[in-house]
């Protein structure tokens, strides 16, 4: 667990850095980023119940899924946070593109503040499970 709690951090400064020092950009990335401190907290939580996760995001999806397998007991409102991220970002890396940047832009930033409430809500959720990088030095 302790990787996947070093990860976390590790990609929680970079979001904080990105998120501070270009408040109006990059959105994209932001969510991107987002999404990967997620699956983070998922894989050590993972870790904490002793579940091997697949690689594959795919896999992942059919693993934890309350409709499906749900191998981590995540409630729905978890799960549906994850899946919020997930799809963002997806979102953010393969589609969504337009020959007007402004517009792009202008969505990527709407999808980003939404990224912010999941992520905001998912950690909190992933804290209640005992996974909370501040009290692991």
Same mark, same amino acid.
């Given at each position: 667990?302790?990787?996947?709690?070093?990860?976390?951090?590790?990609?929680?400064?970079?979001?904080?850095?990105?998120?501070?020092?270009?408040?109006?950009?990059?959105?994209?990335?932001?969510?991107?980023?987002?999404?990967?401190?997620?699956? *983070?907290?998922? &894989?050590?939580?993972?870790?904490?119940?002793?579940?091997?996760? #697949? #690689? #594959? *995001?795919?896999?992942?999806? &059919?693993?934890?899924?309350?409709?499906?397998?749900?191998? /981590?007991?995540?409630?729905?409102?978890?799960?549906?946070?994850?899946?919020? /991220?997930? /799809?963002?970002?997806?979102?953010?890396?393969?589609?969504?593109?337009?020959?007007?940047? &402004?517009?792009?832009?202008?969505?990527?930033?709407?999808?980003?503040?939404?990224?912010?409430?999941?992520?905001?809500?998912?950690?909190?959720?992933?804290?209640?499970?005992?996974?909370?990088?501040? #009290?692991?030095?």
């Amino acid at each position: 667990m302790d990787f996947f709690i070093t990860q976390i951090k590790h990609n929680e400064h970079f979001y904080d850095c990105v998120c501070v020092n270009y408040p109006d950009n990059f959105f994209d990335w932001k969510i991107t980023i987002a999404f990967y401190i997620a699956v *983070h907290y998922l &894989k050590a939580l993972a870790t904490k119940q002793g579940v091997v996760l #697949s #690689s #594959s *995001h795919f896999d992942v999806e &059919k693993q934890v899924n309350p409709d499906k397998r749900n191998e /981590l007991g995540l409630i729905r409102h978890a799960w549906d946070w994850y899946y919020n /991220l997930y /799809l963002a970002s997806r979102s953010a890396r393969y589609s969504g593109f337009t020959s007007d940047h &402004k517009t792009y832009m202008a969505t990527k930033e709407a999808d980003f503040r939404h990224c912010e409430k999941c992520l905001r809500k998912f950690k909190n959720y992933m804290k209640s499970k005992g996974i909370d990088p501040a #009290s692991n030095p």
